[in-house]
């Protein structure tokens, strides 16, 4: 193998949209600090844009011991060629040994185009990041392959550094801690206008699209809402609470609700503070999508459904009775207080269900 002891640490890109961070930046920090602590580097945070200085006090905040900010006017808005530029000097200065991207549209362009250019190897949407510790020092990255068959475990052996894109919702942030302390290193870049081919008109938002990834509160339902309608009463739940509606392959495939809902191993992996199963069996390839949400309530009339092995908590009952009863109660206790009182956590058992 050649000799790669130049290239040290691992480097994590902050991805944000007009200076918010997208939440996979700081979940991918967390994870580049595990991996980070087994090789004994540090780990350090990329973020590029105008104006975004705040970000990278931020990453700071988040786990970063370093991190390079490259603040341009040219940057204000992601454009594949600034931006792989930016990264290329980065990497070219700092020859960290493993970068991390999240798995977005954004971060999959960027990936794609700095590998192909350095040149090295780039593993896409992965699900489990690992490392071999001294002296070989490989990135273990883990995906699916093979509609979804097998896992393929992939190494980059022969170049540096070795890079790979990683879904949302998969690896857990560290929890932020302002009192945190790190080195911000400005960057110098250059680049004129006039050497960049992409304008950006205008960024239109869809609105109509829900953002699974990073809602904080999910109300899932499955096969057992029976057909399209029920899903209404879901929305009504998730209204309440301020949460988006999800859904498992069985309802989506069924058409009663688009794929984008869809949360599962062939869907989004989601990791947020509230997650409602609602007739949802819990099929292991629904609960790779969900198994890291911080509280689990699941709601199903069989006893014995695998969800509630995943679920804090349980309700065993009819869907059809006890989702109106807890938007109810939800809308009486005035939403996100209901949440905010840890002590009524347990209020969904007050409608008639059982604990399991
Ligand atoms: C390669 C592959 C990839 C896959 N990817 C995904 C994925 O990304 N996401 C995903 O979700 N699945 C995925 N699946 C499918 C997965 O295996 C299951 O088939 C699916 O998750 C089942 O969905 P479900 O739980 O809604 O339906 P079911 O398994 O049919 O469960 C319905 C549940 O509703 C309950 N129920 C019925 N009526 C009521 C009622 N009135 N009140 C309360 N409870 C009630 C039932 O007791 C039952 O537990 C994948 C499968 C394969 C092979």
Redesign the pocket.
């Known amino acids: 193998m050649p000799d790669w002891s130049a290239y040290r640490g691992v480097l994590v890109y902050i991805e944000h949209r007009e200076g918010i961070a997208k939440k996979v930046g700081w979940q991918l920090l967390g994870q580049g600090k595990r991996l980070a602590d087994k090789l004994e580097v540090e780990v350090m945070a990329l973020v590029i844009g105008h104006n975004v200085g705040q970000l990278a006090e931020e990453a700071i905040t988040y786990g970063a011991d370093r991190v390079f900010l490259v603040d341009a006017p040219e940057l204000k808005d992601y454009r594949t060629y600034p931006y792989s530029r930016a990264s290329m000097k980065v990497i070219h200065e700092v020859k960290p040994e493993i970068v991390l991207f999240g798995a977005t549209a954004t971060g999959r362009d960027l990936a794609g185009a700095i590998a192909t250019h350095l040149p090295t190897g780039l593993t896409a949407d992965t699900t489990e990041l690992d490392v071999e510790p001294h002296p070989s020092r490989l990135l273990q990255a883990s995906r699916p392959a093979f ?3 097998m896992m393929a475990t992939i190494l980059c052996k022969q170049y540096r550094p070795q890079m790979a894109t990683a879904r949302a919702g998969v690896f857990e942030a560290l929890p932020k801690d302002p009192s945190r302390k790190g080195e911000i290193v400005q960057i110098d870049f250059q680049i004129q206008e006039s050497e960049i081919a992409a304008k950006v008109l205008d960024f239109i938002q869809d609105q109509s699209k829900i953002n699974l990834e990073e809602a904080e509160i999910i109300v899932a ?6 057909g399209p309608e029920p899903f209404k009463m879901l929305q009504e739940l998730a209204d309440a609470l301020g949460g988006v509606v999800g ?6 495939d069924a058409g009663w609700i688009k794929h984008e809902h ?6 989004y992996t989601v990791r947020p503070k509230l997650y409602f199963a ?9 609960t ?2 969900m198994q890291n949400s911080d509280l689990i309530i699941a ?4 006893p014995d ?1 695998p ?1 509630f092995k995943v679920a804090h908590y349980g309700i065993v ?4 009775q ?1 989702v109106p009863a807890i938007t109810e109660e939800v809308r009486s206790r005035k939403g996100a207080s209901f949440l905010s009182n840890s002590s009524n956590s347990s209020a969904a058992n007050e409608e008639g269900g059982v604990r399991v």
């Open positions: 509609s979804e068959k339902g499955g096969r057992g809402l029976g859904a498992s392959r069985a309802a989506v869809q949360v599962g191993q062939t869907g609602i007739g949802i069996s819990g099929a292991v390839q629904h790779v999508g709601i199903n009339r069989d459904a969800i009952g009819d869907l059809f006890i």
